[in-house]
């Protein structure tokens, strides 16, 4: 799995916030450590679709 970027706005340490729900689905946001800049709740049935997905919209940087 990719690893998440440094933040985009501080440069910080990404870091991964989960929940497993008792009916197997599994919520995974990232969030900054320093500034708290975070994704939308990435939902799954599986911890590694919902981590991939997160990951995917964290690293993902506007063209300039």
């Known amino acids: 799995m990719t690893k998440p970027k440094p933040c985009p706005f501080c ?9 497993e729900y008792s009916w197997n689905w ?8 320093s ?6 709740r990435c939902t799954a049935s599986d911890w590694e679709t ?4 997160a990951v995917e ?3 993902r940087r506007v063209s300039e």
């Open 11 to 19: 440069g910080g340490d990404a870091v991964f916030k989960g929940m």
């Open 26 to 33: 599994i919520d995974v946001e990232i969030e900054c450590a």
């Open 35 to 40: 500034c708290g800049v975070s994704t939308p």
């Open 50 to 53: 919902a981590e991939r997905k």
């Open 57 to 59: 919209i964290w690293n």
